[in-house]
């Protein structure tokens, strides 16, 4: 089978299109991986045929505050450069895996008359239960209802894509569409490619759908000179570990929250691991002997066992590899779906939910020290990461594809 394998984003959204793509390749597949520049040096080391995409800002999309104008015209390009590239490139396959980040791939699809899959990070098809997973308000709201929620969603996303999408389809003699937020989950399969022990479902979706687990890229190569040194920061005594990082993201007040952190951390004699991700985060704290930088790529299976709880920004890969690990963890979230992870971590009990980057005091201090000693979320995450660690979403999306069940 030729497939034509097409994501964006940063590492959550892109590093589990790499292993899968690896794998189907194992698989006897012809695999052609379209993803950001800013990855391709670690897909040219792993040996894909790959392509990048020519509309390639994603470290602008990651700042912490977006107006709706630089959203809009982020989308449009990103749309234009979608049909300009992917057309040909599909006409050479014989499926479509894209996420649904990927505004045209189901009109793309279409055209070609070609099967696709619609990938999705969290429940990205409308619902009357669950709330749009990209808004801040991810639990039942008396005014602000799941379905009202989708209608401003809906209504945002046609503005943003509707005209430009259709602007394409009539060049290449399709219809128009009237709703794209209806159009794509209709015209694909929408396989869930996050965990259903940590992600919710709504079983009254009128779509075609399947739910295959998370798909964690464990063998990436990685600097074993850091990550040694992390084994002996772990290991030179039995002290608790804070594991801290943002990931690709970036806040205004990253330094300031590290800077407290690590103040709370010394008070109570806990280590501090900081994950420094895009941003550099923790770079302005002074080193310190209970202070320790990971500043490569290291896999968070390596990383997070040997922690004591986590604290992130609550992207669906560290909030997966977090709740792997069987870890409590707190989420700071900052951007989309990060506080739809954080309320289902809150509500497994897996952690005390999302924490505010502005609070201060005696209020930060408390819920990191909950974090850390409360035995409710420790025996809540270990079973959270028992679950987890039986799910194997890297078969379960191979079998989905290759089973040809995608329209």
Not at 236 to 264: M, Q, Y
Request: hydrophobic fraction near 40%.
């Amino acid at each position: 089978m030729r497939i034509l394998l097409v994501t964006r984003g940063s590492q959550g959204d892109v590093y589990p299109y790499m292993r899968l793509a690896k794998e189907l390749k194992a698989r006897s597949h012809a695999v052609t991986l379209n993803l950001p520049k800013v990855f391709e040096n670690q897909a040219k080391a792993s040996g894909l045929k790959y392509t990048v995409q020519g509309q390639d800002d994603i470290s602008g999309m990651m700042e912490y505050e977006l107006c709706t104008k630089d959203l809009l015209e982020w989308t449009r390009r990103v749309i234009d450069n979608q049909f300009m590239e992917l057309i040909p490139q599909l006409r050479e396959h014989d499926i479509l895996v894209a996420s649904n980040t990927e505004f045209a791939a189901p009109s793309i699809a279409e055209y070609l008359k070609k099967p696709y899959l619609r990938t999705a990070y969290g429940p990205f098809i409308p619902s009357r239960v669950i709330p749009p997973p990209v808004f801040p308000w991810p639990v039942p709201h008396p005014v602000f209802r799941p379905a009202l929620l989708w209608a401003i969603l809906n209504s945002s996303l046609n503005m943003m894509t509707k005209k430009l999408l259709n602007t394409h389809r009539a060049a290449l003699g399709m219809p128009p569409i009237r709703d794209q937020a209806k159009h794509a989950p209709e015209k694909s399969f929408n396989y869930l490619m996050y965990s259903p022990s940590l992600g919710s479902v709504d079983p009254e979706w009128p779509y075609k759908w399947a739910i295959g687990g998370y798909i964690f890229d464990d063998d990436m190569p990685y600097n074993e000179n850091i990550y040694q040194n992390f084994i002996n920061f772990i290991e030179k005594d039995d002290r608790k570990v804070i594991f801290f990082t943002l990931g690709s993201c970036k806040s205004n007040n990253h330094e300031h929250f590290a800077k407290k952190l690590f103040n709370v951390c010394r008070k109570h004699g806990y280590k501090l691991v900081i994950g420094s991700g895009w941003s550099g985060l923790g770079f302005t704290l002074p080193r310190h002997e209970d202070l320790f930088f990971v500043d490569s790529v290291i896999p968070h299976k390596l990383i997070f066992p040997r922690c004591t709880a986590i604290i992130h920004h609550g992207g669906v890969g560290t909030t997966h590899s977090a709740a792997r690990s069987g870890k409590p963890q707190m989420i700071q979230p900052l951007f989309l779906d990060q506080w739809y992870w954080a309320e289902r971590v809150r509500e497994l009990g897996a952690g005390p939910g999302k924490i505010d980057m502005k609070k201060s005091g005696a209020g930060f201090e408390n819920k990191v020290l909950d974090l850390v000693n409360n035995g409710n979320y420790a025996w809540n995450a270990a079973a959270l990461g028992e679950k987890i660690r039986g799910e194997n979403g890297l078969e379960n999306a191979c079998r989905q594809i290759e089973s040809g069940a995608c329209q």
